[in-house]
Structures are given as C-alpha cells and as structure tokens.
C-alpha cells in the first residue's frame, strides 16, 4: 500500500480540494454496507480482483459530481433522493483509475486496472469476495461536503 500522503494528495487533486478526505478515525464496517454504496474493483491482466476501492452513497456522488463538476445543489439533491446514475459511476471508476497510478508504481506490485463501479452487497464470510472483510492491506478514508460525512475504503487481498 502507498503512503497515505501520496493517495489523499493524488485524490485532492483530481478533485480540486485538497481538505476534501483524511484518514478515518475509525474503519467502516463493510460487514454491514448500505444501499447506495458502491466498489470499483482493482484487477491485475488475468481479471483477478486484487484490490478494490469502496464508497458509500455520499461518496460517490461527491467524488463523482465534483469530477464532471455537477452544481454542489444538484449533489445535494441527489443525496436526499438516494440517486446515483451512470454519470456517476463513470466518474467515480475514472477516479479509482487515475488513483491506480499510485499503486501502479510500486516496487513488485502487479498492473491493476479498474472495472467500473457497481453496486456492493455486504460480502458473505464463505463467498467469494469474503477478503473484502479482512483485507491484506487497508486505508480508510473520511471526509465531509455540503451534504453530509463520506466514507472511502481502499482494500488489497
């Protein structure tokens, strides 16, 4: 995993804000996701799922609103709403992808490539996407906008 600094300062500027996201003060729990959160999967050139980027609802309309820069009021909107499109997915799978340079670049580490968001489902303990609950290595990330508190977890098997 890199360095947190080298992730939240590649995020800030994708994202034009550089105070957007800090590690979280605690882990989020992804035994117990909502609706509306979304997982962009990290998978090396076999499509082996390596590594995976997840973010709740508030997440990923800020994160992707910000990137194709939707007006903070029509985010807002949204979030009341429980809305996410495709609009939003896209930019939240560009995110992850241009995040990936970062891990990328790591002495050893294979080249992962982003499949797009989708909608996650609590992993099942004996299913296959049962590393997501205890992943090798982990960053959380939380922040705040307009709208409420986000959540962002980085994952590697």
């Known amino acids: ?14 994202l ?21 959160t979304y997982i962009t999967c990290l998978c090396n050139g076999e499509g082996e799922t390596l590594g995976a980027v997840a973010t709740d609802l508030n997440a990923t309309i800020c994160l992707g609103g910000r990137l194709v820069m939707m007006p903070e009021a029509g985010l807002a909107d949204k979030a ?15 995110i992850v992808n241009m995040t990936r340079i970062v891990f990328n670049r790591l002495p050893g580490n294979e080249h992962l490539s982003p499949l797009p968001a989708r909608a996650m489902k609590t992993p099942r303990a004996d299913g296959g996407e ?13 922040g705040e906008c307009s709208f409420g508190a986000l959540r962002i977890a980085i994952l590697f098997r």
């Open 1 to 14: 995993m890199p360095e947190t600094s080298e992730i939240l300062d590649i995020l800030g500027a994708i």
């Open 16 to 36: 034009g804000d550089e105070d957007l996201l800090r590690p979280a003060d605690e882990p989020w729990d992804l035994g117990r996701v909502s609706a509306g």
């Open 80 to 94: 009341r709403r429980l809305e996410v499109d495709e609009a939003l997915t896209d930019a939240v799978t560009e």
């Open 130 to 142: 049962a590393w997501l609950l205890e992943p090798s290595a982990r960053l959380d990330l939380a």
